[in-house]
DNA sequence: GTCTATATATTGATAGAC
DNA sequence: GTCTATCAATATATAGAC
């Protein structure tokens, strides 16, 4: 890897990165393996020599962003030191991260009834340990009284869901920007959970 | 129609009633047209005779689906006075309409990209009268100052997709009975909005 | 790493009998 | 309104050469 400009990505970083979008458009069922082919500029054939099926391609790409999606939870909540600030930073770093990269978020959270079995319980695995990270900062904030909920399951789930569906209204001729959402779903929530700042 | 009890539906309604569900567990994409036909007791040359193709079938039941939220929502915002209680029986309605129903929710929220452009404009008519009636009564109480949001039409965003997101969150043998998810999330709402009670 | 060619199964949809 | 039989297209995936 010489510090090329121009350096071209790995061939199979470009059949990732075709069916990504391919995914993202046509959904994985609505998705040949053609045309994830054709966007990654080689023959259907050639496919199969970085991936075994078009199944392990969509797992590959799951883990990978929802392992990302993990880090960025994890980052985002160790900004801050009271629970309303780490809380303030998680769902402005959740939405941000879902509009700005709502193409390959679109995969990772509504595509996954295409895994096998198997390969849905890894990925199950890694959502659950994203939701204990936002579940714990609120129940930390219910501890110190800083945050008010009946249900503080529930909050979370619905805390979680609504920065994700950005990525599905999220259209970049649209009227916001990414750090508009950001900063505009960061207020709802935190007044969700009568946030004391 | 004499008055059977048992009364059989006719068979287009069973087709459209298979077509619900495997479209809600399979996906529009992942679905066959057998197996459509073999969830309605018929074989597969039966379905054409009601409907002319699969595509079709989507659309009616997109269709029928958002003129049934539309109706939904108007009537319940017709529920109250002030716009305080009209946007808590929204929401509540509209959430518990969207875990009770979430096997058809899924269908009529999630697959209509599988629809034809012809066919997915006329939803979409549907589903901004459907934001149109949300985003009155928001509007309404920043009027009378029993609201306050800084965005109105983000807020009103937020909210309907929170509601359709229980659609896809939402399990029977959860730990959330559909009335207890709507309550929490008209509670959730009206502190979105600063809401004065 | 990539190709052409192809095996094999499944797809959406139709023909024509009853 | 439903069937059996079938067409034509497309699907995923593999074989074997370079």
Same mark, same amino acid.
């Given at each position: 890897m010489r510090g090329d400009v121009m350096a071209r990505?790995? &061939?199979s970083d470009r059949v990732l990165d075709a069916a990504v979008s391919a995914f993202s458009e046509l959904g994985f069922h /609505? @998705?040949? @393996?053609?045309?994830?082919a054709s966007r990654a500029g080689m023959s259907p054939a050639a496919v199969y020599t970085h991936f075994s099926s078009k199944e392990? *391609? *969509?797992f590959?790409? &799951?883990r990978r962003g929802n392992e990302r999606f993990l880090a960025l939870l994890h980052r985002a909540a160790?900004? /801050?030191v009271t629970p309303p600030e780490r809380l303030a930073s998680i769902v402005y770093e959740f939405a941000l991260f879902h509009a700005r990269g709502h193409i390959g978020a679109r995969v990772v959270n509504y595509e996954l009834? &295409? *895994?096998t079995t198997e390969h849905a319980q890894e990925i199950k695995a890694l959502r659950r340990q994203m939701v204990d990270v936002v579940r714990s900062v609120i129940e930390a904030g219910l501890q110190t009284g800083e945050f008010d909920t009946p249900d503080p399951s529930m909050t979370c789930v619905a805390v979680m869901t609504m920065g994700q569906d950005v990525a599905r209204w999220y259209r970049e001729d649209g009227?916001?920007?990414p750090e508009e959402i950001a900063a505009h779903y960061r207020g709802l929530v935190l007044r969700m959970l009568d946030a004391k700042l």
């Open positions: 990505k790995p &061939a /609505g @998705t040949s @393996t053609r045309e994830i392990e *391609l *969509l590959e790409i &799951a160790a900004q /801050g009834p &295409a *895994l009227r916001w920007a």
